[in-house]
């Protein structure tokens, strides 16, 4: 009898150091999440080019484990709200910007051959972000013009947006060209709309994040999650 005793003493310490642990974890993940909570802008330049590929989804919230526990674990509803709300801009902000694509693509000068993809999805995402980030910091827009290393062609900061330009005036028409997509675009209503969709996000983005400190610093974590849950009795 007095050795059961013993060993359920064991285990309810054991189980107490294991969920110290798990939580632990949680709040680890709940840190992270907040990093992958800021959004990169729109037509931002990263890595594989400019702009969103797909609608932002934060990598913790698509892997079913880590949403679950964050799910669990964090309850207020004010937060939650604030999600929904996040997640429904975010969808509108892709459709505008899916759209904005299309139009400003319906505008580029005739293709040339010779002239790669690429060229041209620098020529249209280079002259999206100048717009954007004008519009959005309510500056006018400049554009930085550049002579690419090799002598031939424009670029737009560092983006190439074309390749056969070798005197002044072949560079003058396409920087005029370019700089006209740029301010057609501004004018769009569209764009507008996405301004508005975009201070919507970053409002909502601070919000939760007051909000998560405030969690973390009370500590307001302590709810059983699917993998906690047997530690908890
Ligand atoms: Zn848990």
Partial sequence: MAKAVKQSAVAKELKKEYLIQHLKEVEG????????????GPFSPHEEGLGWKSEYRPSLEADPDSNHILRSHIRSRALWRHHTEWERQLALAWLLVTQLREMS??????????????????????????????????????MNYKIPENGLGVAAGDFKIDTGAATEKQRKAIQEKHSGLVMSIVQQ??????????????????HMTQLVSKILKSRDILYPCSFCRHLWK
């Fill in 189 to 206: 209503q569209t764009m507008k709309q996405l301004v508005d969709c975009w201070h919507e996000i970053v409002v909502l983005e601070e």
């Fill in 29 to 40: 993940l709940i840190v992270k999440w907040i990093g992958q909570r800021k959004v990169p």
């Fill in 105 to 142: 693509t319906g505008q580029l000068p005739l293709i040339r051959d010779g002239d790669t993809v690429g060229i041209w999805t620098n020529y249209v995402a280079t002259a999206l972000l100048a717009a954007f980030e004008g519009l959005r910091r309510n500056r006018r827009v400049r």
